[in-house]
């Protein structure tokens, strides 16, 4: 079972920031944070994964508390394209060869 | 830039029919792995395949399924003799090193009547 917790729905207006959060509140020390997002009835699509400090690449920042037990995740200009349902998925270690585990994810409506 | 493709698209078969989904990773990948998606429901793994064998399973990959990689380019998935509770989604996913992270493809959407 997925072990993060995350809203059901979000709404986000075109053009602002989109602050996804999750809480993974029994993560362990060797787990890492990783987000995807799908884009209905397309595969899902790697944005970004952290440990424990901040990450930020062309798609999105990652924020993850002081404690790791949550994090958020920043689109920070959001288009009507980044209308998805996006997950939060914890998994040992930074080897991206171990199985995913999705949960129900957070569904993202950017709207006009 | 290099995509995960998969064919057939769309697929409706008869129950008790035998069908093979079709993957083709990104060419210097290592591992490759099928997940399946039900209608409105989440994304489950099912299988996991480096080095010519398959290196884990879920409960839901039984004796009906069978993953090959036969001319070391394509990768498929194959149900044995299908039933209506396999109807779903299936997404062909591979990367290329412990390291690096998963690249999905877009899916073949598996009816079966």
């Known amino acids: 079972d997925a072990k993060t917790t995350q809203p059901t729905s979000m709404d986000c207006a075109e053009g602002r920031a989109a602050n996804l959060p999750c809480n993974h509140s029994?993560?362990?020390?060797?787990?890492?944070v990783y987000w995807y997002r799908q884009i209905h009835s397309q595969g899902p699509q790697y944005i970004i994964h952290?440990?424990?400090n901040n990450e930020t690449n062309e798609m999105a920042s990652l924020i993850i508390t002081e404690d790791r037990k949550s994090s958020t995740l920043i689109l920070p200009h959001a288009t009507l394209r980044d209308t998805a349902v996006y997950y939060c998925?914890?998994?040992?270690?930074?080897?991206?060869?171990?199985?995913?585990?999705f949960g129900k994810g957070t569904m993202l409506l950017v709207s006009p | 830039e290099p995509e995960v493709t998969q064919t057939p698209s769309h697929q409706v078969t008869q129950m008790g029919q035998e069908v093979i989904l079709r993957c083709v990773p990104i060419?210097?990948?290592?591992?490759f792995y099928w997940y399946r998606q039900i209608l409105g429901q989440k994304v489950e793994f099912l299988v996991s395949?480096?080095?010519?064998?398959?290196?884990?399973k879920s409960e839901i990959f039984d004796d009906q399924f069978s993953v090959e990689r036969p001319d070391g380019s394509n990768f498929t998935l194959k149900i044995r003799s299908t039933k209506l509770e396999d109807s779903a989604m299936y997404f062909c996913?591979?990367?290329?090193?412990?390291?690096?992270?998963?690249?999905f493809g877009p899916g073949t959407r598996l009816l079966v009547l």
């Open positions: 996913a591979s990367l290329a090193g412990r390291q690096e992270t998963q690249y």
């Open positions: 395949f480096y080095n010519n064998e398959i290196s884990e």
């Open positions: 029994t993560i362990s020390g060797n787990e890492y």
């Open positions: 952290g440990l424990k």
């Open positions: 998925i914890v998994r040992v270690g930074s080897s991206g060869y171990s199985t995913l585990t």
């Open positions: 060419s210097n990948h290592l591992y």
